[in-house]
Nanobody, 125 residues
Framework: QLQLVESGGGLVQPGGSLRLSCVAS????????IGWFRQAPGKEREGVSC????????DYAVAVKGRFTISRDNAKNTVYLQMRNLKPEDTAVYYC??????????????????WGKGTLVTVSS
């Protein structure tokens, strides 16, 4: 059974950093496109970052570009989201999800298949 489990969330002060992890079981992450998404209270789920299986190309939402970095450790079957200079508006539940590697562009919630249960990130002083 395909499963994704996120971890690494928590409470952090503005300007702080966190690293989220997305561990897969039942499949190899390197053969799928993996995306990070977030959903703040009262808001729709939005894309944060994606990493493509084919060549490791990454993409970021404008709001996080330059502050967040997505990476993949194939040996650990894990995708990370390093978050720096966190802002209160980054507060949300963060999810990872997988997408068929046949998709070559576009990493949107509607195109993802298996989802994790999420990890809460709270940025507050």
């Amino acid at each position: 059974q395909l499963q994704l489990v996120e971890s690494g969330g928590g409470l952090v002060q503005p300007g702080g950093s966190l690293r989220l992890s997305c561990v897969a079981s039942g499949f190899r992450l390197e053969y799928y496109n993996i995306g990070w998404f977030r959903q703040a209270p009262g808001k729709e789920r939005e894309g944060v970052s994606c990493i493509w299986s084919s060549d490791g190309t990454t993409d970021y939402a404008v709001a996080v570009k330059g502050r967040f970095t997505i990476s993949r450790d194939n040996a650990k079957n894990t995708v990370y989201l390093q978050m720096r200079n966190l802002k209160p508006e980054d507060t949300a539940v963060y999810y990872c999800a997988e997408q068929s590697a046949l998709i070559k562009s576009g990493c949107t919630p509607g195109t993802m298949r298996t989802w994790g249960k999420g990890t809460l990130v709270t940025v507050s002083s």
